[in-house]
T-cell receptor, first 115, second 111 residues
Framework: DARVTQTPRHKVTEMGQEVTMRCQPILGHNTVFWYRQTMMQGLELLAY????????DSGMPKDRFSAEMPDATLATLKIQPSEPRDSAVYFCASGGTSGVYNEQFFGPGTRLTVL | DAKTTQPNSMESNEEEPVHLPCNHS???????IHWYRQLPSQGPEYVIHGLTSNVNNRMASLAIAEDRKSSTLILHRATLRDAAVYYCILRPQRGAQKLVFGQGTRLTINP
């Protein structure tokens, strides 16, 4: 049963610290998305990649956030330095190879708390 | 991104049908209608999608109005496990594959 995996599942850190979240997309999927969910803003797209190339990162605060895909099996989202307002659940999703019909498969999320 | 409007919350009873409405009056001719749901403490999951014709799958049915300005997600026999937030999302046929989530409808199922 293919699934998107995310690590860590929970992270508590102090303001100013670096945070790295990792995602393993479903094998064979070529599109990877990062979403953030908060009570106030709901689910919002931060960035997404196709074939490891960034296509859209307009939802991401550029000064502190960075997203990369070092290889086809790993996507990372890094926050440096972290701030309390970054506290949220971060979801990674992956999608199939072509077409708009492809559903996105979401991971279980990383719950980040910045103190 | 075309906007959708859904009720904030709905309530139903177990084993009864549930009809979740979605208005999308500004939909364009090439926008697909997608539904995702998010169970408590989980990531969203795909439910169903359609363009013009009604669609059925093992999870639900999607009824699309003739003018495509509204649609209804139908759960034929709700179970407690169907309690979730349901999102109606428009995705263009071409261009970005990203999902733009609204606030969704929080569905409560009573035993």
């Amino acid at each position: 049963d293919a699934r998107v995996t995310q690590t860590p599942r929970h992270k508590v850190t102090e303001m100013g610290q670096e945070v790295t979240m990792r995602c393993q997309p479903i094998l064979g999927h070529n599109t990877v998305f990062w979403y953030r969910q908060t009570m106030m803003q709901g689910l919002e797209l931060l960035a997404y990649f196709r074939n490891r190339a960034p296509l859209d990162d307009s939802g991401m605060p550029k000064d502190r956030f960075s997203a990369e895909m070092p290889d086809a099996t790993l996507a990372t989202l890094k926050i440096q330095p972290s701030e309390p307002r970054d506290s949220a659940v971060y979801f990674c999703a992956s999608g199939g190879t072509s077409g708009v019909y492809n559903e996105q498969f979401f991971g279980p999320g990383t719950r980040l708390t910045v103190l | 991104d075309a906007k959708t409007t859904q009720p904030n919350s709905m309530e139903s009873n177990e084993e009864e049908p549930v009809h979740l409405p979605c208005n999308h009056s500004t939909i364009s001719g090439t926008d697909y209608i997608h539904w995702y749901r998010q169970l408590p403490s989980q990531g969203p999951e795909y439910v169903i999608h359609g363009l013009t014709s009604n669609v059925n799958n093992r999870m639900a049915s999607l009824a699309i109005a003739e003018d495509r300005k509204s649609s209804t997600l139908i759960l034929h026999r709700a179970t407690l496990r169907d309690a979730a937030v349901y999102y109606c999302i428009l995705r263009p046929q071409r261009g970005a594959q990203k999902l733009v989530f609204g606030q969704g409808t929080r569905l409560t199922i009573n035993p």
